[in-house]
């Protein structure tokens, strides 16, 4: 009777100190029991759960794995954002974010955008680039140290990073304004950075194998501002990205959608991905405006207008992004669907 009556659970997983935080309802919102489990006794919290039952999983670093287990036993899994749920604690109610009954009672509230949940070859995409954003990240905190160093010896004409690259190629060995120390510091910098270049290197050749793994990879690239990396995080993170009303509900997760009131940190992965998308526009909407050749002429057309009406870069660049993950969407909903450029640039946004 016990497994048979149970209809939802809540279920907070600590990373801390690796237990499972279970509170269990019937269909009838009865309390029935709230446990807390070892991570390596999972098994016993599985036994639990009848097929069709839902558990409300708040999301995290180790929810997707688990959520996969529980689908592969014919349980619905909803992942909660952290977002809902603190939504949920600011509206009055009592608990706390971590707590099994409060994530079950916010993850059954209206309009929550739960996370999809990702397979573990996306999980494993992710890490690539999660590895690939580190050492990027590592590589330009290191280029900022030297560049220090230099501007503390009186090296002025190195003006960008990019400046920096071609110093440390042509200029640095032979240049004797540098004193013994510093020049010791920065060739163990660049030691360091080397490292910090063969990992991303290797990184960056293990992701561009993914093509084969998810075809669906190079039909993102069509959209123009999308090269590979872009392409493939976002196969990594949209789990399965039917979960997502539309279009714009994918780009709202993602942090290019205007009209969002989702907050997405800088420093976290939907950060990254948000960066890409920006960055991709970026460059496409620079190069039109700067009068190169293109063969999308319904871009350049479409970029033209907007520049004629608000001449703002910015909003042109963040209004592409949006675009773009828009289109994304529909393109990795469908089996079929590619790019066309007279569809996304004309007056219509693809919902």
């Known amino acids: 009777m016990g497994v048979v009556a149970v209809s939802e659970v809540g279920v907070f997983l600590s990373e801390k100190n690796w237990k499972i935080e279970a509170y269990a309802i019937d269909s009838d919102k009865n309390f029935l029991w709230q446990k807390t489990f070892k991570w390596e006794d999972e098994e016993d919290f599985f036994a639990l759960l009848p097929s069709g039952s839902t558990v409300y999983l708040a999301a995290n670093r180790p929810s997707h794995a688990f959520a996969g287990k529980l689908q592969e036993r014919g349980i619905v899994v909803k992942q909660v954002p952290t977002q809902a749920i603190h939504s949920y604690l600011k509206a009055g109610n009592e608990g706390n974010y971590k707590n099994p009954q409060t994530i079950l009672r916010a993850g059954c509230g209206p309009h929550v955008n739960y996370v999809p949940t990702q397979s573990l070859d996306q999980i494993g995409l992710k890490t690539g680039h999660i590895f690939r954003k580190n050492a990027i990240k590592s ?168 520049w004629e009406t608000r001449r703002d870069i910015g909003y042109i660049t963040s209004v592409l992004a949006n675009k773009n993950a828009r289109i994304a969407w529909r393109i990795l909903t469908s089996d079929s669907a590619a790019y066309d450029p007279h569809l996304a640039h004309g007056k219509r946004v693809i919902q």
């Open 139 to 306: 590589r330009i905190s290191i280029m900022f140290q030297i560049w220090e160093r230099l501007e503390e010896s009186g090296v002025s004409e190195v003006e960008s990073l990019e400046n920096l690259e071609d110093y440390l190629k042509v200029d640095f060995a032979k240049d004797r304004r540098l004193n013994r120390l510093d020049r010791e510091l920065i060739k163990q910098l660049q030691a360091t950075m080397d490292v910090f270049d063969n990992n991303l290197e290797f990184t960056e050749n293990q992701l561009s194998l993914a093509e084969k793994q998810f075809p669906v990879i190079k039909r993102l690239q069509t959209i123009p501002g999308i090269d590979l990396f872009a392409a493939s995080i976002l196969v990594a993170v949209s789990g399965d990205p039917k979960v997502y009303k539309n279009g714009r509900a994918f780009a709202a997760r993602l942090g290019v959608d205007p009209g969002s009131i989702l907050q997405i940190c800088s420093d976290s992965l939907y950060g990254y991905v948000k960066e890409q998308l920006l960055n991709g526009a970026h460059q496409e909407v620079s190069s039109i405006l700067a009068g190169e050749e293109t063969d999308n002429e319904e871009l350049r057309s479409w970029v033209l207008r907007l």
